[in-house]
């Protein structure tokens, strides 16, 4: 059997990673600007982790959730504490993709609407109502397509005012824009969503899949904005690399049984791996970590010539630049050895490392863009 060949590939094989660094097949040794899609939160085989995922390992690491499972409520108190959502309720399941399903779903059942409203370039996942949510047709299947979504431009306050009414089920948002290529709603925009679903009864949904989990420099990026929604979905640093997803729901949603559900979710494992990630970025002060370094980063990268402007908050940035920079992943790749992101806007650069980066690694990744630039603008 072949594999089904839906991922075009970068030719190198990663067979070891330790913090902010990966080793291929050949011993070449790679810096790790991308965290493996912003997934790798705490840094790669973190001890900790390691040990945690280890240790449940031996005793028992897959029942269903017709038992008790004590690591979720473990997990449910620490991701309440770290993230200042105490009064919120944890459902747990396996993407990013099957959390925002979730959200919608349960979003629906409780107003009983269906129009949902989501907004330009947003990405929330493959799967039917968050793909229909997503803004890329290409990626849409016939079956999936569906007159319920409603889009509208990003950050745009009247088009907002405008579209909703009582018919509005949700509205969803990205903490921050990543796969649309690093894009931060502003403080007022989020403000507005808050207030007119409150008005209407409309569930406010942050997909903070992405930006979540420290990386914008507090626990998630929507925190910024002093606004509080109604469901937050979370999957990609969560488990630093184990398949985890989540949702944490405000506790107007009234939970019942078999109301949700999901055979893998919220299983030993994935919790032993979850509390060690919590456990990290409490301990390491990450979320600190993250923001001092992305501040850093973003003000070295401004001065860059060539960089037209550069996004985001913490370690999720995206440097827009004057042309397209598949060449100069290409050489950064592979002349410099450090792995960096694409975006859905073919001119803009994605970083998204581990949280762990330190100053030096930030250097090393700035000095290699910077002369990766200078080739490029003399060519
Ligand atoms: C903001 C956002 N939401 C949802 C998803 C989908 O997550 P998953 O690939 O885990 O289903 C992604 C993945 O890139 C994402 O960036």
Redesign the pocket.
Known sequence: MKLFDVYPLLDVEPVKASGCWLWDKNGNKYLDMYGG??VISIGHTHPHYVKLIDAQLEKIGFYSNSVRIPLQEELAQKLGELSGYGDFNLFLCN??????ENALKLASFHNGRKKIISFSKA?????SL?VAATDNASIVAPVNETENILFLPFNDETALEQAMNESICAVII??M???GGVHVPTDSFLQKAKLLCEKQNAALIL?????GYGRSGKFFAHQHSNIKPDII?T??GMGNGF?I?GMLISPKFKAKHHLLGTTFGGNHLACAAAIAVLDVIKNEKLMMNAKAIGDYMIAVLKKITGVKEVRGRGLMIGVELEFPCDQLRNELIFTHKIFTGSSSNKNTLRLLPPLTLSKEEAEIFLHAFAAVMKKSLVK
Do not use: C, L, M
């Not at 993407?95 to 925002?100: C, I, P, V």
């Not at 997909?207 to 930006?211: C, F, K, L």
């Open positions: 899609h912003a993407s990013g993709a099957e959390a925002n990405f929330h996942g493959r799967t968050a990205e903490g824009q990543g796969v997909d903070e899949v992405q930006s979905t999957a990609k398949p997803g």
